[in-house]
């Protein structure tokens, strides 16, 4: 089924996902990818506050290219998502309700979707000049000195997933993998 989705999500919305949906999201997302995470998890171990409110929040497993002139970001194509398994539960666990990557991720990370009522997006490799039209904006809110893999606060318009793991813990990947064999 297709969904357009205004962010941030919602337990509404969460409830209304099913794995194999397409959807259209809007509204605003961050980035963050393996240097951003270890980062936020130092904090998390020194007693400190995140350098932004991941409540409710979905972040994208992105680091964009540069932009180029009159256009907000680069390339922003998904990266692997089970480089960001050993952050992602306790980032659920602290409210993070979305990530959008690619690829699969652990049980770890499932059982954390499951507990915490939230979901797993993917989008597709390789489509990153493509993706980035569907970003309106981008600006670094927190570790500039990460570059690439500083957060980014990004506004998007119909940007497009699909649902891999919903809050029910149903993995798209297993669903296709099942279909397959039995084909």
Same mark, same amino acid.
């Given at each position: 089924?297709?969904? &357009?989705?205004?962010?941030?999500?919602?337990?509404?919305?969460?409830?209304?996902?099913?794995?194999?949906?397409?959807?259209?999201?809007?509204?605003?997302?961050?980035?963050?990818?393996?240097?951003?995470?270890?980062?936020?998890?130092?904090?998390?171990?020194? #007693?400190?506050?995140?350098?932004?409110?991941?409540?409710?929040?979905?972040?994208?497993?992105?680091?964009?290219?540069?932009?180029?002139? #009159?256009?907000?970001?680069?390339?922003?194509?998904?990266?692997?998502?089970?480089?960001?398994?050993?952050?992602?539960?306790?980032?659920?666990?602290?409210?993070?309700?979305?990530?959008?990557?690619?690829?699969?991720?652990?049980?770890?990370?499932?059982? *954390?979707?499951?507990?915490?009522?939230?979901?797993?997006?993917?989008?597709?490799?390789?489509?990153?000049?493509?993706?980035?039209?569907?970003?309106?904006?981008?600006?670094?809110? *927190?570790?500039?000195?990460?570059?690439?893999?500083?957060?980014?606060?990004?506004?998007?318009?119909?940007?497009?997933?699909?649902?891999?793991?919903? &809050?029910?813990?149903?993995?798209?990947?297993?669903? *296709?993998?099942?279909?397959?064999?039995?084909?």
């Amino acid at each position: 089924m297709e969904k &357009k989705i205004s962010l941030p999500l919602t337990e509404e919305i969460i409830n209304d996902l099913k794995a194999g949906d397409y959807v259209y999201l809007t509204g605003t997302i961050y980035t963050a990818r393996d240097a951003a995470h270890k980062r936020m998890d130092e904090a998390l171990n020194d #007693g400190m506050a995140l350098p932004v409110d991941i409540k409710g929040q979905t972040i994208y497993y992105m680091g964009p290219s540069p932009a180029r002139e #009159g256009r907000p970001i680069g390339s922003a194509g998904p990266t692997t998502a089970s480089r960001m398994d050993k952050y992602a539960p306790r980032l659920l666990d602290l409210g993070l309700k979305g990530m959008i990557g690619k690829g699969r991720r652990s049980e770890a990370v499932k059982d *954390a979707i499951v507990r915490n009522g939230a979901v797993y997006f993917a989008t597709v490799g390789g489509a990153g000049a493509l993706l980035s039209k569907a970003i309106v904006s981008s600006e670094v809110v *927190a570790y500039d000195d990460l570059g690439t893999e500083a957060i980014r606060e990004l506004k998007v318009e119909n940007f497009p997933v699909i649902v891999v793991i919903d &809050k029910t813990g149903a993995n798209l990947y297993d669903i *296709a993998q099942e279909q397959y064999n039995r084909e």
